[in-house]
T-cell receptor, first 113, second 111 residues
Framework: DGGITQSPKYLFRKEGQNVTLSCEQN?????MYWYRQDPGQGLRLIYY???????QKGDIAEGYSVSREKKESFPLTVTSAQKNPTAFYLC????????????FGPGTRLTVL | DQQVKQNSPSLSVQEGRISILNCDYT??????FLWYKKYPAEGPTFLIS?????DKNEDGRFTVFLNKSAKHLSLHIVPSQPGDSAVYFC??????????FGQGTILTVHP
């Protein structure tokens, strides 16, 4: 089965701790994306990567970091600098960057206590 | 600055009737538009898309209309079914793959 996996589904962390969210795809897609969803708001782009070893900031990159060492993996680290980290995080991928539909993973609900 | 806007937070329709979800955009560089459906605590799933060279695209019960002069697109669902109840997001792209999403509209279809 091809798709995008995100783990875990629910994640709890104490304030001040960094946490890394996993995103893996076996669709052989070049581009990968991280979004954040807050209640009553649309999806906001955090970071995206069009190719391995390259990534760009999205609209709300402050307090986050990413890496793209492998084509199939695009982990997101929520650092202690992120002021409001509690949210629903969604990873997506597309075959190429530019004009393609994006396929989404099931999401990770992060709660910072 | 919200470049993609869905001004109706919610919509309620009767089963069998038409659902019309609306979306407005401000960036004239957008040339590809998509609609996604999302259930709570799940990732969005792609529904239908339209390129700016077209003004209509149809897929089964779903039709998307694009009015470039008004910078407006709409999604029509006919006939609506209770299983269509979900949050619908419109999204737009300017060809480099970065999607900009609207805030979403909660559709409720009553049996």
């Amino acid at each position: 089965d091809g798709g995008i996996t995100q783990s875990p589904k629910y994640l709890f962390r104490k304030e001040g701790q960094n946490v890394t969210l996993s995103c893996e795809q076996n669709l052989n897609h070049d581009a990968m994306y991280w979004y954040r969803q807050d209640p009553g708001q649309g999806l906001r782009l955090i970071y995206y990567s069009q190719i391995v070893n390259d990534f760009q900031k999205g609209d709300i990159a402050e307090g986050y970091s990413v890496s793209r060492e492998k084509k199939e993996s695009f982990p997101l680290t929520v650092t202690s600098a992120q002021k409001n980290p509690t949210a629903f995080y969604l990873c997506a991928s597309s075959e190429r960057a530019g004009g393609d539909e994006q396929f989404f993973g099931p999401g990770t609900r992060l709660t910072v206590l | 600055d919200q470049q993609v806007k869905q001004n109706s937070p919610s919509l309620s329709v009767q089963e069998g009737r038409i659902s019309i979800l609306n979306c407005d955009y401000t960036n004239s560089m957008f040339d590809y538009f998509l609609w996604y459906k999302k259930y709570p605590a799940e990732g969005p799933t792609f529904l239908i898309s339209i390129s700016s060279i077209k003004d209509k695209n149809e897929d089964g019960r779903f039709t998307v209309f694009l009015n470039k002069s008004a910078k407006h697109l709409s999604l029509h669902i006919v006939p609506s079914q209770p299983g269509d109840s979900a949050v619908y997001f419109c999204a737009a792209s300017a060809s480099y793959g970065k999607l900009t999403f609207g805030q979403g509209t909660i559709l409720t279809v009553h049996p």
